[in-house]
């Protein structure tokens, strides 16, 4: 499987971002991931997780993006992560991954998100 992140880019405190990621691969492979979601990392920071969705539609955030960002999609061929009041501290590498059945996980390449005060 492999995955494919963009929407990243500069963009100043308060306004709002899409990222999109997009799988492609055997459809025996796409067919058994079961959750899909966005982890970040900031420089020098920890890779964390940011927000996930299963193949039913359940969604889970990170504390510090409750109530601003949203996870959409089928968690199988695509997702989105609407970004909305961002803040400097949301400054990172965002991944997207996709975990099987069996619990592979798959990376995307990540996309770059800046925010300016």
């Given amino acids: 499987v492999q995955l494919q992140a963009s929407g990243g880019g500069l963009v100043q405190a308060g306004r709002s971002l899409t990222l999109f990621c997009s799988t492609t691969g055997s459809t025996f492979s ?3 991931i079961n959750v899909m979601g966005w982890y970040r990392q900031s420089p020098g920071g920890q890779r964390e997780m940011v927000a996930t969705i299963t193949g039913l539609g359940t969604t889970n955030y990170a504390d510090f993006v409750k109530g601003r960002f949203t996870i959409s999609g089928d968690a199988k061929n695509t997702i989105d992560l609407q ?22 996980n798959y990376w995307g390449r990540g996309t770059k998100v800046t925010v300016s005060s």
């Fill in 83 to 104: 970004m909305n009041s961002l803040e400097p501290d949301d400054t990172a590498v965002y991944y997207c991954f996709a975990r099987t059945l069996a619990s592979n």
């Fill in 30 to 32: 796409i067919n058994n």
